[in-house]
């Protein structure tokens, strides 16, 4: 990957962002000199806020309907395996995304010919169901921008991974089957949904991101069940048919 100087308003958005999730405190305003105007720039506030947060282990990757997709790190220190009950003061909005993650078994290092869909997908070991807790460096939110919330990660708080499991040859999952539950009360049951509709596309679109995938790579997909809130104490948990299940306590 190439590195780019970072530019002006993105050098003034980083330490903003840096000291919001050293602190815990929410950005109360942005001043309008650290407002970026491309997704080049909040790459690059994305890239200097990394190291303050830890090891990058893989990606977190969405697409909408309306929008190009896009891609923010995942960190090894905000990894949480299922069952597990989290007591986390920086996690207030705790918003649970129900979504499946990929872990690649080999490498796709940069190289200048674009991979294709059979050499990607032939790369990923396993699935495993998810949740995604979402979590905001700004007071305004959900009301900010969407260049400044993909600089903050697009908001990501937390991962709670499930059990991993071997992903078939023909796997497809436009049509996932999903149950979401809190407190044992079913309040979601589906058939697909997610905004991005074929999520193994986004594998592929990560491959050809320019910033190279190693072994033990995970990449998030986004979320099936749209963005519910828990509630605390509640507990939550997500179904995926052929898959498995993954839940999480919010410590009350």
Known sequence: M????????????????????????????????????????????????????????GWKVGRRADRPATRAPLYQTRIHQSGVAIDDPQLQTWIVESE???????PLPIRSEPYSREEVLAAVGGVSPVF?????????????????????????G??????????????????AHIIYEVDGIVRIDALGGNPAGDILDLLVWTANAGIGLKVGDAITT?????????????????????VGSVSVTRSA
């Open 222 to 242: 986004g979320s099936y069940t749209g963005m519910p809130t828990l509630a605390p104490g509640a507990t939550a948990k997500a179904t995926f048919a052929g």
């Open 132 to 156: 995604e807790i979402i979590e905001s460096r700004y007071a305004a939110y959900p009301d900010v921008e969407p260049l400044l919330q993909l600089a903050d990660g697009l908001s990501h």
């Open 2 to 57: 190439v590195d780019v100087q970072m530019s002006s308003a993105a050098d003034k958005l980083a330490p903003l962002l840096i000291e919001a999730h050293r602190s815990g405190q929410r950005i109360a305003r942005v001043p309008e000199a650290a407002r970026i105007t491309t997704q080049d720039e909040a790459y690059q506030v994305q890239r200097s806020v990394a190291p303050s947060i830890g090891p990058v282990v």
């Open 158 to 175: 937390a991962m709670v991974f499930g059990t991993e499991v071997p992903m078939p040859a023909d796997a497809d999952y436009t049509n």
């Open 100 to 106: 499946l993650m990929f872990r690649f078994a080999k």
